[in-house]
């Protein structure tokens, strides 16, 4: 799939499946504009992409749990391209753990700050650049703890919140936005391994995910796939 200078976002890019999102779109043309908390760990990461190319990258930083960064990221981004084709609302802070109590007052905040207000934040404020692309989507990395009735995941209760909110945003947006051609396309994984056999017994791979993503934002326009969702094929952890 040729993605040849496509303009793509991605946040929480400098490990694990943001990283492999932000290295696959450059791998295909795309000109990537990556963000981190850790503004070092995304010029490492963009520097490792423009040593192997085809496509470009560039470093930001944005912690999506500050307004502020929120904020000062897409005033960047709008210094460095007039448009933005692919937005990738991918980082989150996960939180484990079936007890409510269990986890301090200041990371809940932080889970529900990052993963609820921060992606809305971003989404609103790239929304300009988006609407001035010929070709503009919104990719939401959510989970299937975002799902109503979901059950399976050992993830704490605010993982669960956040994702909620996560899935309400994609899911008005979704429909408010078609009418200006603008495809939110949000993805609802079980747990997933970065690593592991492509096979029918062995869990989910990053690499699988960020492959229907590609295939999603490849698609020509007449084709909007609202979302992904995911049988589990592994079982669920005992007790869940
Ligand atoms: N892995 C799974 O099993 C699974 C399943 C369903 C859905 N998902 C979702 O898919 C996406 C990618 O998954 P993953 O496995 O790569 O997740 P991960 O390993 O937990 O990584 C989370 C990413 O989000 C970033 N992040 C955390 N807090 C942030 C903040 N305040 N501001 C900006 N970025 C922040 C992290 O950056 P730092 O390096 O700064 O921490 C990291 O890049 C996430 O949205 C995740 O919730 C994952």
């Not at 499946?17 to 503004?39: H, I, K, M, P």
């Not at 936005?177 to 791979?205: K, N």
Request: net charge negative; aromatic share 6%.
């Amino acid at each position: 799939m040729n993605l040849d200078g496509l303009r793509v976002a991605v946040t929480g890019a400098a490990r694990d499946t943001g990283r492999l999102l932000a290295e696959s779109f450059a791998q295909r043309g795309a000109r990537v504009f990556l963000s981190a908390r850790d503004l070092s760990a995304a010029e490492r990461v963009a520097d490792a992409i423009n040593q192997w190319g085809p496509g470009r990258a560039e470093a930001f930083s944005c912690d999506l749990a500050v307004p502020d960064s929120v904020r000062a990221f897409a005033t960047a981004l709008a210094g460095r391209t007039d448009h933005l084709d692919v937005l990738v609302n991918n980082g989150a802070p996960y939180v484990h753990g079936d007890d409510l109590g269990e986890v301090s007052d200041d990371e809940i905040g932080g889970v529900i700050a990052a993963g609820g207000t921060g992606t809305v934040l971003v989404t609103k404020h790239l929304l300009p650049l988006l609407r001035a692309s010929a070709r503009p989507d919104i990719v939401n990395m959510i989970s299937a703890c975002g799902e109503v009735g979901h059950r399976r995941s050992g993830a704490h209760p605010a993982f669960y919140a956040a994702k909620h909110a996560h899935a309400g945003l994609a899911e008005i947006l979704s429909y408010r936005l078609r009418p200006a051609g603008i495809r939110v396309i949000s993805l609802f994984p079980p747990d997933f391994v970065q690593q592991g056999a492509r096979q029918a017994d062995h869990d989910l791979t990053a690499r699988s995910v960020v492959d229907c993503v590609l295939f999603a934002v490849g698609q020509p326009r007449d084709c909007f796939i609202r979302e992904f969702h995911f049988e589990q094929v592994r079982p669920p952890s005992p007790g869940l």
